[in-house]
């Protein structure tokens, strides 16, 4: 009698499991389709005619398609590409600098043997709560460091390390690297370098992919610092440069007919140029997530446990 009770009570539990993972199956997928609809509206319309667009507005199914947005970003070939490659390398050099210095500046913090690791984690969320804010900021940079109109404006400030990926790090190192394998490093000789490159850095994979997606993802959608450091065109990355255009056709339906833009005067770029300049500045975060996807969640997740 009891074994046929726990058959039905087992028989149960699988179904309500089974009902579960339809019913969080299908709000994920309908949380994943609202999260879709705006990217592929806007992929649509890039490849949409300009009249078409203007006529009949955004639509998953246009009346006519055409090239011509991408043509156009062709034939402005020069200055896109340049904006491109300034926010690859931004986006590079920016991700390992601050990885690497939220990674070194996480293990101390970690290490129950390390006698100020309370006092360095107090100025660490100390910057959590307070900044010197966005004048102080912009002197210290300009004035200082000597940083304006450089490449190292869209690197530095602002992004290049966080408080909040410096405690991520630090539980992860807390909760999944036990300090018997450091110990034991340390017996056989090892020193902090070794033991942070050799041992630390690898065991943290999937902490140090999420905070490099993190990261990534700031500075590759930064305007900010090239708003306030930059005024040589040169160092505008693609965000910026989209802001320029879209500052442009606003000044140009108040009456101007023209700007110059880059080296010589072009005609503005129409709505289907600034849908496909958008679909441009996603395409290597859309390409890369999907690499970085499968330690994201573990990174997170351990990472967010109190240590």
Known sequence: MNANQNAVKIKKASNDAGHFRIFATVMLGILAAIALIPLILIVIASFTDETALLRDGYSFLPAKFSLAAYIYMVQQGKIIFRAYGISL???????????????????????????????????????????????????????????KNTIWALILPNYLCTAFNIFLVRNYYSNSIPDALIEAAQIDGAGELTIFFKIIMPLAVPTIATISLFTALTYWNDWVNALYYIQKPQYYGIQNLLIRIMNNIQFLKSGAASVAVGAGAITLPSNAVRMSMAVIGILPIVIIYPFVQKYFVKGVVVGAVKG
Do not use: D, E
């Not at 293990?107 to 307070?130: C, G, I, Q």
């Open 89 to 147: 390398l931004v986006t590079c050099v920016g991700t390992v600098v601050s990885v690497l210095i939220t990674a070194m500046i996480a293990y101390p913090m970690s290490r129950k043997n390390f006698r100020y690791r309370n006092v360095l984690a107090f100025f660490v969320f100390f910057t959590m709560l307070f900044n010197g804010g966005v004048v102080p900021s912009y002197m210290m940079w300009t004035q200082i460091f000597h940083i």
